[in-house]
């Protein structure tokens, strides 16, 4: 046998035990690797999304009954129990037939889907496009009505001055296009006498 002939039979031999050396070693490397150290989720996030489904930057939009422009949009969303929703740094906008608009923030919420209702807690801010600024701990809601109600205090500005009450309600009677705010209990107002507007319309 000449030499290229046995070099041939020889890599014959070499070439696939070669091939089996490096598989060997790719297995043997790949159990060395956590495959938790990869994942991208601490601990805390890993258990809060397998408890409940969670949506990132959710965004909904409709119309009401009555011609009401209604947009929500959250930093995240997850469904607890049921058909509650809770919602981080939650956010609405609601344009009226009148042209009004309004405008909501809140630090989270909670939504009832079979219900129709809302729950804004953790500095609501409440602002419209007629010069209303109202804050609120908390604010019970309904969009398909168009119905806000503030049962703790509220403190804000108006186009009339600032204001103070113990409660608020935003409602919108049957044949009107435009909607109402009521203050009630122990209202406070410092009024600007520069502005003469007598009639509250949000």
Not at 17 to 28: C, E, W, Y
Not at 75 to 90: D, Y
Not at 159 to 172: K, N, Q, S, V
Request: charged content about 20%; overall charge negative; cysteine-free.
């Amino acid at each position: 046998m000449d030499g290229y002939s046995k070099l041939v039979a020889w890599l014959k031999v070499l070439l696939p035990l070669t091939a089996l050396l490096l598989l060997s070693t790719l297995f043997l490397l790949s159990r060395n690797v956590d495959p938790m150290a990869t994942l991208p989720f601490a601990d805390t996030e890993i258990d809060e999304r397998l408890r409940g489904q969670q949506i990132t930057a959710p965004f909904f939009s409709g119309t009401t009954d009555a011609g009401d422009r209604v947009s929500v949009s959250a930093q995240t969303m997850a469904t607890r129990s049921g058909l509650n929703n809770e919602a981080t740094e939650f956010s609405a906008q609601i344009d009226l037939p009148s042209g009004t608009r309004i405008n909501l923030v809140s630090d989270q919420g909670q939504f009832d889907l079979s219900g129709n209702t809302s729950i804004l807690q953790g500095n609501v801010v409440i602002t419209t496009s007629s010069g209303f600024s109202l804050a609120s701990e908390e604010l019970l809601a309904e969009f398909d009505t168009l119905v806000l109600d503030s049962p703790g205090a509220v403190q804000g500005t108006g186009p009339f001055g600032t204001l103070d009450a113990g409660r608020m309600r935003l409602e919108r009677r049957e044949t009107e296009s435009n909607a109402h705010l009521i203050f009630t209990n122990r209202v406070k107002l410092i009024y600007t006498p520069e502005n003469k507007r007598r009639v509250i319309n949000p």
